[in-house]
């Protein structure tokens, strides 16, 4: 088979992710063949298969124009981007929060997770303990998800680092301030994110921290306010995401089983299941249970990070996920051709 891999986005993060998996998928000898290229350089005499679209510039149209017989999919549709979906015949989302957003098209859709891979060829390690005791957190993400785990894990984290010893390492998808690190109460550990340096970071991780709901800002500290006078006070929990919001930096580092602490997601509740949800959180008091937890209970934090591994593993393997997506795609060319 072979995919032909179109955008205009050619770096943006979730462009990166995407061919990654595609690229890792390709080089286990499966019969895949991948070409990435811009709209203007698709011709009319390109054989490809499968032509996937990126949800940031999706135009389906444009592409059925000179690929009419090819199966389109787009991945990582975005609401908010102007995309042509007209002639789109299934969709990609990264998660089911966007598999939902989607679903009132009637488009077949395939989760297609987005996460950073492990370079091709090496063996995730999944608990290389730090030598003096010494308990390390994780943060992979940009800087609002950044705001976010100030709001709900610094003061538990300033109470833990005076009687426990903890570090950090933060994975940063973007060019940080300084200021923006400072509540943290040791200097971290920074890497810059990409394929090249995702191996050195999990070598110093032993908890991933994953938050993903939106942090409050001045106007929605200015209605909890409100609330608090009225009939109620203390009876809603602000559950604010974006429907992009995706498990991708969880399944990151699913791949290296560590346990993480997540905020409460649809998509991350599905994948974690019952048995592990004392790692979930939503708010200051639960992200602190959860922290003294994953520092309390070694033998639980160790299961629950092989059972990420094992996760990782079943739904977002990059071969996993490519198979998945040929399924659809074989299926909607199979409706396509003439009966005989």
Known sequence: MKILFVTD???????ELTEAILLKACSEGNG????????????????????LLMGYDANGSWIRSRRPNAVIGVVDPRPRQRLDLEEVDFLLPNG???????????????????????????????????????LRFGYLGNSVHLRRLKQVASATFGEVSKTEKISFSLFLSENFRDKEMRWLPSEPNVFRIGRDSIDDFMSTVDIGLVPQIRPTDYFDRIMNFGRSFGKERGNIIDLSFKPTTNPGRLLTFAQFAKPSIVDSTPSVNQLIGDKY???????????????????????????????????????????IQVDRMIRVSNEIAARRRPSR
Do not use: M
Request: proline fraction near 5%; charge should be negative.
């Open 277 to 319: 949800n004392n790692f979930l959180a939503l708010d200051q008091k639960s992200w602190k249970c959860a922290i003294e937890h994953s520092i309390a209970d070694k033998s639980a934090r160790e299961d629950y990070g092989s059972h990420l591994q094992s996760v990782f593993a079943l739904v977002a393997e990059p071969r």
């Open 32 to 51: 895949i063949e991948l070409e990435r290229a811009a709209y203007a350089n698709v011709s009319k005499s390109d054989s490809s298969d499968v032509v």
């Open 96 to 134: 089911y929060e966007s598999w939902q957003q989607w679903r009132s098209l009637g488009l077949p859709q395939s989760v297609f997770f987005l996460n950073e891979t492990s370079q091709p060829g090496s063996l995730p390690v999944a608990r290389a303990q730090a030598q003096d005791g010494t």
């Open 9 to 15: 986005e050619a770096k943006r993060p979730a462009t």
